[in-house]
């Protein structure tokens, strides 16, 4: 029996082959029969419409492209089939999706982390609400976006390009419709995991577009509006990390060496996001000599949460009971612990409650000139994003006093582990609101403002001979990134203990899947808000290095020859050209000297630098016979390191016994990441219904950023005020050194990293002829491999000690797409595969950890009907969607698969709607 992966690949060789042998006979057959001829180049004008419409507009976007691309694009305004464009994007051949909180989130191009791809809105760099570059794609409606294109290979034209490659989402242009055009849906949302607490299963999405033109085709207006009501809901069971080997006579039941987990946890999680999104664009085209586009877009989304947990800890820290022990221990051949039941452990009953609201907000303004044979444009953007949170936890046990409890654990990797409690926790009455042990609460409030300001300047001079024409051009953008999170435990008011009100309560949630039972929920705020008292702040030493703000300056100059000529027979397009950019970039931070007097440990400290990196490329696209295109693109490229990793915060610190300095933090000295890049493409087409393509890439990564801790490096800075406080304090003759150990970011070695990109889009009728009309495939397989290795930052030990592959990495991504499209109804089921990676996940403190990443399969459908234009309903379409149809759930590990960390559940959606163009 054929592996999934080998047969996907399977039906991408063998539709290159049944392709090229079904144009080779229709040569034949036009040759011998003019009239079929005819009849063939007449089918060629049909309208064609439906799925089928978006897949030949995509492929006539990949065939036309100077670069080598891959494309979407909506079969009708307003009809892309996901939830968000990132779940369409990661179709893609060479793309992969990491989920959070079951959506399609971030993207990794080529098996890069999404820190190495820049992404675009009609042309233009856009910020992100994350904590770095890469955008949140489930920010993004997919109704208001009519295409995508990510270039892989870059031009010396494309302006905020990255390494991995650059994602560029466009919005219609209302003059490119000759009529108006108002298109209107709704859908009715359901999740499989059904209600709970407070929050149901159901919830909807509506958007509305309108595109007109008006005073004789002059002025084009586009308007999109899109809502949508999601319910958030999901099961979890976690296991703390690291699983580490425990010592000798550690507890009882447990021999040395086994590996073994600190506590897990099982909760359910409920709420809801609601977003909101608008794009709008205006066209003013008085004649062929001029065009003005303004672009505005908005996204608003609203995400309300609450946790509802039971949690053990089975570890070292037992809330103080030093009697617990394991009994009838289970352990596997890899000499992990699978089982047994702990005895004399205090769990806990938490609630966490996460409120978080994301706005983007982008504006931009393009004038394209025609004077005499010379192109000018000029533009303008500017993009801000922000985002707001509120996290709150409470902390309830049993009382009025500790009552331990015997907890049976079954650890499983093929399924949620199992914690069954010996006592009843499901009524309220019982539980308290309490700072006995664990402490009574948690709180935080991190907020994040990215703003980027752009202009560009650029024309286009015709040549004559094999350079078409010459494109010249200037940009200039400047981004500011500042992030705040103060924090601070949420302690119990005057009243002391206490249970929670029955007004405040939700009710009861099933934890059943993990073996739990019923535990209660109930309104975190309002009990935080009732009995508890809450104030953040930010200056405490483990809070400074999590504020910061980073500024980047960057230049682009560019020069771009385009091709368009002959060699021999073989027609010749692309180009040729330089790209030279200079980044001016800094950080305003704090740090922390515990050294100094009280209201003088927060220094404030600066930094920064400047480089200039020059950045060649050629494209050439070799146009043989038989629609046959064989592309060639070397370039040198970079990608910006992230903004975390440059921010100048730190915590410092100097050993009076040796005189050392040493601290740990960021690093606003940063170089990019740079890498020297080579791919090849061969494609094979047949007009603009069908394709066959394999691709090669080969990437020289010059340098990585990775956390190091190196010697020798200079503070003199913060070894001068430390001293200004302390110098009378040391004894005579002690000496403090200016340089020391810094753990931070650095620039490391680099390495290789290469793929192979196989891709098909076939109609099967061109195939096996008019029985299979209607029907078709979509296909891809990436195969990625890199020697690079990096060592994980030393708090990274779920990772292990040892060197690990490049975070994002899947050696193997599968798309495939299976569609029908007849008189009106259309059936589609796509799935998209990758295999394990190590991915990087937000934790409790807001920071990145590395975590293995089981790798996932993910199945969608749609089926819809559409009425014809004689029927009374035209224009309408019915539709069901549904997503993740297996049930995919999301897993990672610590090491080895046998060690799990998380599995999170978030079910199925379904979705039936109805969409209305007119």
């Known amino acids: 029996m054929l592996k999934p992966e080998r047969t996907l690949l399977s039906v991408a060789l063998a539709a290159a082959i049944a392709l090229t042998a079904t144009h080779a006979h229709a040569q034949t057959a036009a040759t011998q029969d003019p009239q079929e001829a005819n009849e063939m180049m007449e089918l060629d004008t049909v309208v064609v419409t439906g799925i089928r419409r978006g897949i030949e507009d995509a492929i006539s976007t990949k065939r036309e492209a100077t670069s080598i691309v891959e494309a979407i694009s909506a079969e009708d305004i307003g009809k892309l089939p996901d939830v968000s464009i990132g779940e369409s994007i990661s179709r893609l051949p060479g793309v992969s ?87 209107v849906s709704g859908r009715y949302q359901e999740s499989s995991l059904g209600s709970a607490a407070n929050i149901g299963d159901d919830g909807g999405r509506f958007n509305a577009s309108y595109i007109d033109q008006f005073a004789d085709g002059t002025i084009g207006l586009s308007i999109g509006w899109s809502h949508s009501n999601t319910p958030i809901h999901e099961n979890q069971v976690g296991l703390y990390e690291p699983w580490q080997a425990v010592g000798d006579n550690w507890r009882p039941g447990i021999p040395a060496g086994t590996y073994y987990s600190d506590g897990i946890k099982a909760l359910r999680r409920t709420g809801e996001l609601e977003r909101d999104g608008v794009m709008a664009t205006l066209q003013y085209r008085p004649s062929n000599a001029w065009t003005s586009t303004l672009d505005l877009f908005y996204s608003k989304a609203e995400q309300v949460d609450t946790a509802n947990q039971f949690e053990v800890h089975i570890g070292d820290f037992n809330g103080g009971f030093d009697r617990l022990d394991v009994t009838d221990p289970r352990f596997n051949d890899n ?195 009732r009995y508890m008292t809450f104030n953040p702040v930010e200056d405490l030493d483990y809070l400074i290095p999590k504020a910061w703000t980073v500024d980047e300056q960057i230049s682009t100059a560019f020069a771009k020859a385009n091709l368009d000529t002959t060699w021999g027979s073989v027609g010749v397009r692309g180009n040729f050209g330089v790209q030279i950019q200079h980044a001016d970039q800094s950080s305003s931070a704090n740090y922390w000297d515990g050294s100094q007097p009280v209201g003088s440990q927060v220094i404030p400290i600066t930094k920064g630098k ?43 610190g100097v050993d009076t016994a040796t005189g050392i300095p040493g601290a740990g933090g960021g690093n606003p000295e940063l170089d990019p990441w740079r890498a020297n890049a080579f791919d090849i493409s061969y494609e094979k087409y047949f007009g603009n219904r069908a394709y066959v393509a394999a691709a090669y890439f080969y990437k020289d990564l010059r340098s990585y950023i990775y956390t190091q801790t190196r010697d020798g490096y200079d503070f003199t800075d913060q070894v001068a005020s430390w001293l200004e406080a302390n110098g009378d304090t040391l004894p005579p003759g002690t000496v403090i050194q200016n340089t020391g150990r810094y753990s931070a970011p650095f620039n490391g070695s680099g390495g290789k990293l290469q793929g192979l990109e196989l891709s098909a889009s076939l109609p099967l009728d061109l195939v096996f002829g008019d029985a299979m009309r209607g029907f078709g495939v979509i296909a891809s397989a990436s195969f990625n491999d890199s020697d690079i290795t990096i060592l994980a930052p030393e708090n990274q030990s779920s990772v292990g000690s040892d060197p690990i592959t490049l975070p994002g990495l899947s050696d193997r991504v599968y798309n495939l797409t299976a569609y029908f499209e007849r008189n009106g109804f259309e059936a589609r089921v796509s799935q998209r595969r990758r295999s394990d990676f190590i991915g990087e996940i937000g934790n409790f403190s807001g920071e990145r950890t590395l975590r293995y990443v089981v790798g996932e399969s993910i199945t969608d459908a749609q089926v819809s009907y559409s009425f014809g234009t004689e029927s009374a309903l035209a224009g ?23 060690r799990p960390l998380e599995r999170i559940e978030w079910g199925r959606t379904y979705l039936l709607g109805v969409n209305y163009r007119f």
């Open 335 to 529: 000499g992990t612990f699978t089982g047994g039941t702990a005895n004399n452990v205090y769990p806990l009953v938490r609630g966490m409650y996460n409120s978080r609201e994301d706005k983007i907000e982008a504006a931009g303004w393009n004038n394209d000139f025609s004077v005499g044979s010379a192109r000018i444009v000029a533009d303008v953007s500017w993009s801000r994003t922000t985002r707001d949170e509120l996290s709150l936890e409470n902390n309830l046990q049993l009382m009025p006093q500790p009552q331990l409890d015997s907890v049976e654990l079954d650890l499983r990797n093929d399924g949620f582990s199992q914690l069954t409690p010996g006592r009843d926790y499901s009524n309220p009455d019982t539980l308290f609101l309490t700072g006995t042990i664990y402490g009574s609460g948690y709180g935080k409030t991190p907020r994040v403002e990215d703003e980027l300001t752009a202009f560009k300047l650029a024309a286009s001079l015709p040549f004559d001979g094999f350079i078409s024409d010459l494109d010249l051009g200037l940009n200039y953008a400047d981004r500011s990134k500042s992030k705040r999170q103060p924090e601070g435990n949420i302690n119990l008011g005057a009243q002391g203990d206490t249970t929670i009100a029955g007004d405040l309560q939700y009710g009861l949630v099933d934890l059943g899947f993990a073996g739990v039972g019923y535990i209660p929920s109930w309104n975190v705020p309002g009990a935080v808000a």
């Open 876 to 898: 309408m379409t019915l539709l069901l969607q549904a997503s993740n149809l297996t049930d995919e759930s999301y897993r990672t590990y610590s090491g080895t698969e046998d």
């Open 97 to 183: 999706a990491q989920r959070v909180a079951g959506r399609a989130q971030v993207i990794s191009v080529r098996g890069l982390s999404p820190d190495f791809s820049t992404t675009l809105l009609n042309g233009r760099e856009m910020v992100s609400t994350g904590d770095n570059r890469s955008v949140e794609f489930d920010q993004y409606p997919s109704e208001l976006v009519s295409g995508v294109t990510i270039y892989k290979t870059p031009d010396a034209g494309l302006i905020g390009q990255g390494l991995s490659g650059t994602l560029d989402m466009q919005t219609a242009r209302p003059l490119n419709f000759s009529d108006t055009v108002v298109a």
């Open 610 to 652: 400047t480089y200039t990196d020059i950045l060649p490329s050629l494209n050439l696209a070799f146009l043989f016979e038989n629609e046959s295109t064989l592309r060639v693109a070397l370039a040198r490229q970079v990608a910006r390191p992230r903004v975390d990793q440059m921010r100048a915060s730190m915590e410092f």
